[in-house]
């Protein structure tokens, strides 16, 4: 672990700071360096080749303060070797297929895998210690000396302790504070003695080349109607807003048409069907998966030992009697201070919420707007240029307009919503760092769920469902016109600010991740190698490096998160999300891979049990998932309109065919309007050299004028509507009983793995419990024989 110091430039920094401001903050850091020093650590400062200004303090922690600190962790060390006997599975008959997958063996060799226990320091000889400098591994190392430098006082005032390295960070007493690379990322040591574990992590893991292989995780850790000239080329249909839209004709909407055909197909509904039991096998496997990354990082039992994290400790101020205890202890608020940081907390989640929500409308009323303008300018703008008319409609023009704008918002919105989550979760005050991040990730997923799904969930079940008809249309806020979808649906719609918003999210990432680092990193090195032509130490090229920050592996899961609800919940309405997630994902671990080891600061270790609040979230993105496919499905899609018509209206007794056909179903799902029975408002404003019709279409299940019923809805629209939920209920009761049945047979803890985690107590009941009882057998076998001696001293002269 590395701490920089700037004393020299600190002081040259703060020639505006008074005398007494720039004493107090060297009395702060040597203060805290004595207390280093005293609880056990080695310092040895050295300044920087580059910057006379600047100085390195390398902190090394001995073997005695390894082993008290690692007690006091409740670490888990080697105990013994695993000795039990590897079981076979079906997969060792594809090991010739699964061996291309592997990392070579012969450049990372897998790790010998042992039975642990919780370290205790009397009980060194139970442990299994070949070498005292490699028993404690770089990365357990690592946290334990960020825990001693996370909670060394550095100031005491108003009785109030301070203390920490990321106060003196934040504070300009220290620069920063980090672990160090074992060597260049580009070759190997020149010391022998050096693993040069990022040069193989950056072979075998960051390389292109090994963009097939898995990770080394133990280094880690209807169209044909529309568009014909005879049908649709002849329906005539009804304005879509007040006033300014003219009557168009159907057949502009064919190359929309082609396109939806694509997707609102019966292998969409299968694919769909599909994803909904694939995603229950995932989650399944990847418990598995869990149970055993669980016991190999031994982190099985996590939550037993884990501290409190520094802020909490700080903020510690009120005693309180523990119930189980009845000891004093503290806390850093009482019961009604924690209920009103709670409400708070909560209060403040719910504002930003409606603000999101807000964004939305105002998306909404753009919509509104824009598509007055595009209805009557862009045909007039076209007019002449036909093969580009056909394809930007005034329809597609607001939709691509809408996501654009969309994504811009969204991603303003995350760069704000970070800060405040993170400052709310700050105010709550979390004990631990498990709770802190649990406590982080539902507030941001909240966020992000709310800012890039509701736009879609707004097109999805909400655009075109309550517009009214022709002659008295629904109004949106008393004033504009509600939209209105494509003949088609809005399925081609939703698959458009998909696509846009995934394109869009995977591409700004990459350059926010990537290519930002790589060009602060560059103009760092022009700048260093200006300064001088000395070969610089490792800690100075590694202070260099772009930070990657407590929460750089949180934004990775929060982006993993939010790919899998875009895959799973609108699945049904862009299938390829799952090819293109499967591609971004395979490059995003070689892009991680790569910047980890080549752009940022070696990170301290931390462990964790498993991944926490994000399992749960996952659940709940799975059930969810088969509630929106099927309702995409049912009324987004127009599958169940066009099998209601094939299997009960193309044939009698409610239609004229002979057999079943899907000829005519364009004209059964547009109604007829009598163009005389527009009201002034929502007359629309027809094209001076084209003549009025008499009647106009809209797409809805209506009775047509001169009906007892006219404009009602029709027998056909309720069969339809008894058809969609029927779907519903029958898709959403199949799924969820195959879900339920896989969970259910698939057990989240391998065999394999609960005898490894069995053996592993019955040792450590054996080797730490049994010895103890050895010894105070051993300690009682000689208090009785020195008694012993003395009775027989004492008896001897009154025998004699």
């Not at 100031?155 to 302790?161: L, S, T």
């Not at 760092?433 to 539902?442: A, C, F, I, K, R």
């Not at 990170?603 to 929106?628: C, H």
């Amino acid at each position: 672990m590395l701490i920089l110091s700037s004393s020299e430039e600190r002081s040259n920094q703060a020639r505006e700071l008074d005398y007494h401001a720039r004493i107090k903050m060297q009395r702060k850091r040597r203060a805290y360096e004595s207390n280093l020093i005293c609880d056990g650590l080695h310092l040895e400062a050295t300044r920087s080749i580059l910057d006379d200004k600047l100085v390195f303090v390398k902190v090394h922690a001995p073997w005695e303060v390894l082993c008290t600190y690692a007690e006091l962790m409740h670490i888990k060390l080697p105990l013994k070797p695993n000795d039990l006997k590897t079981q076979s599975s079906a997969f060792d008959n594809f090991s010739w297929f699964t061996k291309v997958l592997q990392v070579d063996e012969s450049i990372i060799k897998p790790e010998q895998e042992f039975f642990t226990a919780p370290f205790e320091k009397n009980r060194l000889n139970d442990f299994y210690i070949q070498d005292r400098d490699t028993f404690f591994n770089p990365a357990t190392r690592s946290r334990i000396v960020y825990f001693i430098l996370s909670r060394i006082m550095y100031q005491v005032r108003d009785n109030v302790k301070k203390f920490g390295i990321n106060k003196l960070v934040s504070s300009g007493i220290y620069k920063a504070a980090f672990p160090l690379h074992d060597c260049n990322f580009s070759h190997k040591s020149e010391d022998l003695s050096c693993p040069s574990e990022r040069y193989l992590l950056y072979r075998e893991w960051a390389h292109p080349r090994s963009i097939y292989k898995k990770q080394p995780l133990d280094l880690i850790r209807y169209s044909k109607e529309v568009c014909h000239p005879d049908i649709g080329g002849k329906i005539i249909m009804c304005p879509q807003c007040d006033q300014h839209c003219p009557f168009w004709n159907l057949n502009i909407t064919c190359e929309s048409s082609k396109k939806l055909c694509i997707f609102d197909s019966f292998g969409t509904l299968v694919f769909a069907v599909f994803m909904g039991i694939w995603v229950t096998l995932f989650l399944e496997f990847w418990k598995r998966r869990q149970a055993e990354l669980e016991y190999e990082w031994d982190t099985v039992e996590l939550q037993q030992e884990e501290q409190p994290r520094p802020e909490y400790e700080a903020q510690c101020t009120h005693v309180v009697i523990n119930e189980i205890t009845q000891e004093h202890e503290r806390v850093p608020f009482t019961t009604w201070g924690k209920c009103v940081r709670i409400t708070l907390c909560a209060s403040a989640v719910l504002f930003w919420i409606l603000l999101i929500i807000a964004s939305v409308i105002g998306i909404i009323v753009y919509r509104l707007s824009v598509f007055i303008v595009f209805s009557t300018k862009l045909p007039e703008t076209l007019n002449g240029t036909d093969s580009i008319q056909k394809y930007l409609t005034p329809q597609t023009a607001t939709s691509i307009t809408a996501s654009l704008i969309s994504f811009v918002i969204i991603m303003i919105l995350n760069i704000i919503y970070e800060k405040v989550a993170i400052m709310i979760t700050n105010f709550e005050l979390p004990r631990t760092q498990t709770d802190y991040e649990n406590s982080l990730t539902m507030k941001m997923f909240l966020f992000q769920f709310v800012n890039y799904y509701s736009s879609c969930f707004y097109i999805a079940f909400f655009k075109g469902k309550f517009v009214g008809y022709p002659g008295d249309p629904v109004y949106w806020l008393g004033k504009y016109r509600n939209e209105e979808c494509d003949p088609g649906g809005c399925l081609l719609e939703l698959t458009t600010q998909l696509t846009i918003i995934m394109g869009g999210k995977a591409i700004w990432n990459n350059i926010q991740e990537v290519l930002l680092p790589w060009v602060k990193n560059l103009i760092g090195r022009c700048r260093t190698v200006s300064r001088t032509e000395k070969i610089t130490p490792r800690w100075e090229q590694d202070y260099h490096l772009q930070l990657m920050g407590k929460l750089g592996l949180f934004y990775e899961y929060l982006e993993m998160i939010i790919q899998f609800g875009f895959v799973t919940l609108f699945v049904a309405s862009f299938p390829l999300a799952p090819l293109l997630a499967l591609v971004n994902n395979i490059l995003e671990i070689r892009v991680d891979a790569w910047k980890m080891t080549t752009q940022y600061r070696r990170m301290v270790p931390e462990k964790a049990q498993d991944i926490g609040a994000w399992q749960p979230i996952m659940q709940g993105i799975a059930i969810l998932a088969v509630v929106t496919n099927a309702m995409i499905i049912a009324f987004t899609s127009d599958m169940i309109p066009r099998l209601v018509y094939y299997w009960s209206f193309s044939v009698p007794p409610y239609g004229n065919h002979t057999h079943y056909t899907m000829e005519g179903y364009i004209n059964s799902t547009l109604s007829i309007f009598k163009v005389s029975d527009f009201k002034n408002q929502s007359k629309g404003n027809p094209d001076p050299k084209v003549v009025i019709p008499t009647t106009c279409r809209y797409r809805d299940f209506r009775n047509p004028p001169g009906h007892e019923q006219q404009y009602k809805h029709n027998i056909y629209y309720w069969h339809v509507i008894a058809a969609k939920l029927a779907f519903i209920i029958v898709m959403e009761h199949l799924i969820y009983s195959v879900k339920f049945f896989v969970s259910y047979t698939i057990p989240d803890v391998s065999k394999n793995t609960k005898s490894k985690i069995r053996r592993e107590k019955y040792l450590t009941q054996k080797l730490l419990r049994e010895n103890h009882l050895k010894d105070m057998t051993k300690n009682m076998g000689v208090i009785a024989k020195r008694m012993g001696e003395v009775v027989d001293n004492n008896l001897r002269p009154k025998l004699e």
